[in-house]
């Protein structure tokens, strides 16, 4: 494995900063906050402060950008080497299905997913997910097929190499390939699939709770902003709307930052 | 010839499969009408449900489309849409991607000069933070703190504002890939060769790198529709304006399963329409397309 760049590790230690700072400021010490927010309380909870609520919001943002990331780089690379392992026409098929669905925009998507999902809870059905879990779930669902996309053509150019070759010629089978000689070789590149995926999970979750489409509670940062919405409005709301932007923009540029330095890396390496 | 029906093919196959998808998708959606759940809805309002998706029916999926086309009411009556009205909404939608449009390709060419001139200097750091910062901003950040401002004043000023904020991460996005583009192909050999026999940088750049640069930008106009489109939906719905995002948002909220169905599909069909026109585009300046094709 090639050596880290150090933009991944700013990017990453961005990361692992704001979900520490999530952690003790959102949920183990909230008090904290609440003794010594300077921006004051939020006018549609007069019970938190702003930093409260945005802390809160990042420790939900981040668990759910995290989970739906994780969910949908699994799906995709699943996607991805049953794809290559069938070959032919399924792989076609299969990789025309994934244009298709990266064709479709996010947003629109999860929103409907999130229609069809609360409908099945309300109903009694959806296997006991609740509005986190609908969420991941939506959130993975529209997002697979960018990451199966690219480890499909990764696992295609992995293949073209001489050492996979050498395998083959020694009588090793596509299983054994896969698992010995192509696995090792994509997993930084997982790593950066996976924390690329980060960001756009976020900032569709974001929007999405937003429009109030999701009954995330504890909320989200989407959500906070979202149910301040009136108050920001009549309140001119730079109060509370800074620091909640301002954590997306840093969780956004630890992310991309990572993602873009391991990406890189790796087609140098 | 064949091979450009064949591409053809595949994306207008997209509407109906988005339009089955969506329906099938809200058809089978449980509503509860039982005490026992927490959110039931009323049994008038399940049966009404049932009516507008046509279930039971024999050719029930066309049920949607069959009202839209007799100009009746899409949805319970008091929140519903007809045809007409969906495309007038749409078109204020579209109206608004346009601007956003023109709007980030300024944005585009700004931040790629930009970026060619700082490239080196102090403030290369800028060009790695401004897109972070973009992309990090859902489109209803700058468009909450705007609304104040420019809500209550009306003459166009949310719709402006709205193609605004939209265009933002858009144009961004356009000028990283122009940047690097541009960079990529300037270092190549035909650009010195072709200075160095004496033309001037302009002439150099109009008539040799931007048809070597245009094919990456036109890769990058599908996404950036459906960005400029899906954006427009958050700032419609924060600055009041009347349109196709904020008809979309309302429709999911209330439950209007018929609305869903025709506005995920009109949707569709938007991008659909998109992707046909950048491939034609790509036809008339790629010469290497039409070799492809060829």
């Known amino acids: ?269 | 010839m064949q091979q450009l029906l064949v591409r053809v093919g595949r994306q207008l196959v997209l509407v109906p499969i988005v339009a089955l998808a969506s329906y099938f998708l809200m058809a089978s959606l449980p509503l509860t009408t039982e005490d026992d759940s927490k959110r039931q809805v009323s049994p008038e309002l399940a049966a009404s449900y049932r009516r507008d998706l046509g279930i039971g029916e024999p050719l029930g999926f066309l049920r949607p489309w069959q009202k839209l086309f007799r100009g009746e009411r899409l949805g319970t009556s008091a929140q519903g849409v007809t045809g007409d009205e969906l495309l007038l909404k749409l078109s204020g939608s579209v109206g608004v991607g346009m601007v956003a449009l023109g709007l980030a390709l300024v944005w585009a060419l700004s931040f790629a000069l930009f970026r060619s001139r700082w490239r080196r200097g102090r403030l290369a750091v800028l060009g790695d933070a401004l897109p972070a910062v973009a992309f990090g901003t859902p489109v209803f950040i700058p468009a909450l703190l705007l609304a104040p401002t420019v809500v209550e004043r009306g003459y166009l000023l949310p719709e402006l504002t709205s193609a605004l904020v939209t265009s933002v991460w858009p144009g961004i996005f356009l000028g990283t890939l122009l940047a690097d583009a541009l960079e990529t192909e300037l270092a190549r050999d035909y650009v010195r060769t072709a200075a160095s026999k004496g033309l001037a940088p302009g002439v150099v750049l109009r008539r040799h790198v931007l048809p070597n640069v245009l094919p990456a930008l036109l890769d990058a106009i599908g996404p950036m529709a459906t960005s400029l489109l899906a954006g427009s939906f958050a700032a419609e719905r924060v600055l009041g304006l009347p349109y196709f995002g904020q008809l979309y948002v309302l429709a999911v909220l209330q439950k209007q399963v018929a609305v869903v169905v025709v506005a995920t599909t009109v949707f569709a069909s938007v991008l659909v329409f998109v992707g046909l026109v950048v491939e034609a585009v790509r036809l008339l300046v790629d010469p290497r397309a039409r070799e492809a094709r060829a």
Not at chain 1, 183 to 196: E, M, Y
């Open chain 1, 1 to 269: 494995m090639s050596r880290i760049p150090a933009r991944a590790w700013v990017g990453l230690l961005l990361l692992g900063g704001l979900g520490a700072l999530s952690l003790l400021m959102g949920r183990l010490f909230p008090e904290v906050l609440a003794s010594s927010c300077p921006l004051g309380s939020d006018l549609t909870r007069p019970d938190r402060t702003v930093c409260e609520l945005a802390f809160g919001g990042l420790w939900i943002s981040l668990a759910i950008g995290l989970a739906a990331g994780g969910l949908s780089t699994g799906l995709g690379l699943g996607v991805a080497a049953v794809a290559r392992l069938a070959g032919g026409a399924l792989e076609r098929w299969v990789m025309r299905l994934a244009d298709s669905f990266f064709a479709l925009p996010d947003v629109l998507v999860v929103m409907v997913l999130q229609l069809a999902g609360q409908s099945l809870v309300d109903a009694g059905g959806g296997a006991g997910l609740g509005p986190f879990g609908l969420m991941v779930v939506s959130l993975a669902l529209v997002g697979w097929a960018g990451p199966a996309r690219m480890f499909r053509n990764r696992l295609s150019t992995l293949e073209g190499q001489e050492f996979v070759a050498a395998s083959r010629a020694l009588g090793g089978s596509r299983f054994h390939v896969l698992r010995v000689h192509l696995w090792p070789a994509l997993l930084p590149f997982v790593l950066a699939v996976f924390l690329s995926r980060l960001p756009a999970a976020i900032l569709a979750e974001s929007t999405v709770s937003f429009f109030g489409i999701a009954r995330m509670e504890p909320m989200s940062l989407g959500r906070y902003l979202g149910t301040s919405y009136a108050a920001l409005i009549y309140e001119g709301g730079p109060r509370i709307v800074i620091p909640a932007w301002t954590l997306l923009v840093l969780l956004v540029l630890g992310a991309s930052l990572s993602s873009q330095a391991l990406g890189t890396g790796v087609r140098k390496g």
